[in-house]
Every structure is written in C-alpha cells, then in structure tokens.
C-alpha cells in the first residue's frame, strides 16, 4: 500500500532583498482536503494558495514580507524568526548533496542529518541570512523504480511510449517525486534550518536521476527520459522554488527552458547557471543559456558568489576518462567523469566558463568566489588572474556518506599534476585551513561570512569539526 506524503514546512524560499527587509515564499505540505495553514507575519495574516495536490496532500504557498532587522512570523500557531538585516555582517550556509544513491530514506534520522542539526543550532545561535542549496537536494535514483516502463531505465530502453503509456508514467513518477521530497523535507533537523532562513537551490543530476545529460544518447533521448525530465523539473519547481508548475520564477535569468538565476543582494550578487537542464553528453550549457547567464554576469555585484554544482577548478580529470576508456570494467564511471567540467569533451565550453569568470573578476573592485559540491568531499583551490586569485570552495556531502579516505588520498595526489584549461592562469589545489591534503573526506557544510567588508570562509567537518577562518 501507498502511503499519502507526510505534513511537511514551512519552508522559506528567497525572492527578494530590499532597503526594509526581504520578500519570501513559504511553502507547507497538508493532507489533502485539510484547511490551509494558518499563517501570520507582524503585519497580520496571511492567505496561501494551494499550489499542487498529489500523493495524499496539498502543497501550499504564501508569500510574505519581513522586516525590521530579525522578524517574525507564525504557521499553524509555531512561530520562527529570520534574519532579514543583511546591510552589514551577514552568513550565508552553503550546502549540496543531501542523500545517497540508494536507501536514502531508510537511514536513522539522527545518523542521516547530524550535520543539519548542527546547522539548525547554528541558525538558533547566531543570525544566518540565507542557505544556498549547490545541487543534489534529492537523491531520486530510486524513483524510476515506480513504474515497470522505467525501472530498467536508462540500461533497456522502450523504443517508443504510446499516449497512454507516457501520462500512466508520468503520473507515477509524479507521485514518488512528490513523496520522495515531501518524506525527505519532513525530517525534524532539516525542517528546522530551512524555517529559519530563507533557500536559494539549483538542481544537479541527482535531482533527477544519476548522470543526467551525461548518458548515452538512445537513454538520454527515449521517450521515458522526456517524461522523467518534465516530472523531475516540475517537482524541482514545487519544492525548491515553491512555485506553480507553469511558473519561472522571477529571479531566473532570461526566458529560456533553464533555470539559471541571479539573486542581488547589498554589495553581493549570487549566481548559479543551470548545469543540468539543456546538458549533452556535449555541451554543458546550450547556446541560450550561456547568452543569459553571461548577461547575468554583466550586471553583478562587486562581491559575486557563482554556484556551479560541478566544480570548476579541479585536476586533470580528462586523463583518468580517457585512461577509463581503454577498459569496458570502467565504463560504468564514464558518466561520472563525463559530468566534470575537466571532460575532455567539455574543454572549450570549460575555458568560456572560466574566461567570463575571470573577465568579471578583474573588473575594478570586483571579487568572485565559485561554490560547489557533487564530489562528496570537501575542497578549495584557486587560479592565477591577472589581478589576484579566484576561490573555488567546494563543499559536498551534507548528509551523503564520505567517500574512502582512498579516494581523497588519490585525487589529493592527481592534483599535483596542475591544471592550465586557459594560459598563464594556473590551477591549484590548496588544503582546507587545519588540513594536510587538499581533498577532505568528511561530510561537510560551509559557512561564509561578511565582518567589516571582508569575507571569510570556513567548512564545518562532521569528525574534525570547524575550520579557520580562509580570506576571501
């Protein structure tokens, strides 16, 4: 038997900063025919509208005002305040990867979110202004399990899906991504981290199913791919958007299909293209999203954070997938190492990536840091601009199982050889502060911080704890 989604939220969802404070979207999970939540901000009550019913529940959305510096506001009688005071200090979280490919779910709750707890203490204790949330929110590896036309996905492939058969697929996949996130945002230490300070999120391929835009091109392009696609993106725009299925949300960049947004906030601009939905086993990004995201990055503020969910500075990984080809035992991580950024199937749109990178850092008075996760280790590494260095911080594994120390060892060790994608602008692979090796083989979040005007950063590691303070 099925069982209807669990009450899940709130769940706050950036949309704006200005001179008084900042624009949310709250969303709550209910049961289906259950009345609305009973939702109030200082300035009075506010109405929802219900966005979605699926799996048993309503998914339900009001979007609120908050001011005056820590405000305050109320859902089904539990009140929750949120910083909204970002002129001066400000922290931002940054977090990616939160699941595992299979089993997910089945964890013990306390083994699975200890570092959201550690979070949500965090919040409680000191004001944190906003989550950024780099990719892998869902592990739906598993929902393909739902229907007997995808459960083989993406290894046999029907040739074709008649009318009837793609709208029962497509609504069982919509179910069980309902229930998947709504199962998964219920959980009590990440439910209260996200009811405290407001999210920005973009998908990787986790968020629809393991390689995405990186599988051979019969799977990438069947019939039950296009249906799994619009049921992932749909559930994408439900639950870390808090948006209408036929919405784009206003902070998206341009009108294309993707998802690329810029959100400004005071003196800092934060940016996160859209690696995933127009991805090949060829391109990265197609042509109109790297024309929206480059006149994104036109306009950004002098401190810019880019999340690119892949990282963009890392070692000469196109060395180990060509070495993997020379053996089908391998072929199997193809996909994976096809997803990087170092592929050599991506090199050029590599370089365009770090050249706006750096044309936007050597602006006068301009900084950019890219973040990043996927990797399921923690990570930083710069390169060489004409003006100074950029940072790449990544932080991957809020709640995936660390990899071997082995693996650490190893890419710490491939690292040595450098990376030059683009001349006279070397790469390197720095250890994070307190660490011996550049890769870190711990579940991990970051921290960012504005004192004074300088930024800082510094990961939280779930066995050796917080690290130094690093210089932006």
């Known amino acids: 038997m099925t069982h209807p989604a ?20 709250l969303t709550c999970l209910r049961p289906e025919g259950a009345p609305p939540p009973d939702i109030s901000t200082d300035g009075g009550a506010v109405t929802p509208e219900a966005l979605v019913t699926r ?18 506001y109320a859902c089904d009688g539990a009140s929750f305040e949120v910083a909204t005071d970002m002129e001066g200090d400000m922290t931002i979280a940054f977090v990616s990867c939160n699941g595992q490919e299979h089993g997910d779910l089945d964890r013990p709750p306390a083994d699975r979110n200890a570092l959201w707890a550690d979070l949500a203490r965090r919040i409680a204790a000191e004001p944190v202004h906003l989550i950024l949330h ?5 592990y739906a590896d598993e929902v393909t399990q739902a229907h007997p036309l995808s459960r083989d996905w993406p290894d046999d492939v029907p040739d074709r ?28 230490d990440y439910a209260a981290a996200v009811a405290r300070a407001p999210s920005l999120c973009m998908w990787d391929d986790h968020d629809i199913c393991d390689g995405w835009g ?31 299925p036929d919405e784009r949300p206003g902070i998206c960049l341009g009108a294309g299909p ?35 995201l480059e006149a994104g990055m036109a306009g950004a503020a002098e401190r810019t954070f880019v999340v690119s969910t892949v990282p963009a500075l890392g070692p000469r990984l196109s ?25 050599y199937a991506h090199r050029d749109e590599w370089r365009r990536f770090l050249t706006r990178l750096m044309a936007l850092h050597d602006r006068d008075g301009h900084a950019v840091t890219v973040l990043s996760g996927e990797i399921h280790l923690a990570m930083r590494a710069t390169m060489r601009t004409a003006r100074s260095e950029i940072h ?33 602008h070397p790469i390197r692979m720095h250890p994070l502060p307190g660490q011996t090796r550049p890769y870190t083989a711990e579940r991990n979040y970051l921290v960012l911080r504005r004192r004074a005007r300088t930024w800082s950063a510094s990961w939280r590691l779930e066995d050796s704890g917080a690290t130094d303070g690093l210089a932006l």
């Not at 780099?134 to 869902?138: A, N, R, T, Y």
């Not at 998802?259 to 127009?278: E, F, H, Q």
């Not at 180990?320 to 190492?337: G, H, S």
Request: proline share 5%; charged share 25%; net charge neutral.
């Open 55 to 72: 799996a048993g529940a309503t998914l339900w959305r009001a979007d609120l005002r908050l001011t005056g510096g820590t405000a305050r």
């Open 6 to 25: 669990p009450p899940t939220g709130p769940m706050l969802f950036l949309r704006a900063v200005d001179d008084d404070g900042i624009r949310v979207a």
């Open 161 to 188: 899906l008649s009318e009837a058969q793609a709208r029962d697929l497509r609504a069982a996949l919509d179910d069980e991504f309902f229930r998947r996130y709504a199962t998964q945002w219920a959980q009590d």
């Open 214 to 244: 990186s599988l051979r091109r019969h799977a990438q392009h069947s019939d039950v791919a296009r249906v799994l696609f619009a049921a992932a993106r749909e559930a994408f725009l439900l639950f870390q958007f808090g948006c209408r």
């Open 134 to 138: 780099g990719g892998d929110q869902l």
């Open 392 to 424: 790449q911080l990544v932080a991957s594994g809020i709640t995936h199982p660390a990899p071997p120390q082995a693996l650490a060892a190893g890419l710490s060790l491939l690292s040595r050889l450098g990376e030059a994608p683009l001349k006279g």
């Open 319 to 343: 060395l180990v997938e060509r070495a993997m080809k020379l053996t089908r035992r391998m072929e199997n991580y193809e996909d994976d190492l096809r997803d990087q950024w170092q592929s």
């Open 258 to 292: 993707h998802l690329s947004w810029r959100v400004d906030l005071p003196g800092v601009s934060v940016i996160a293209p859209d690696l995933r939905s127009t991805r090949t086993k060829r391109d990265v990004m197609d042509d109109r999203t790297w024309t929206d």
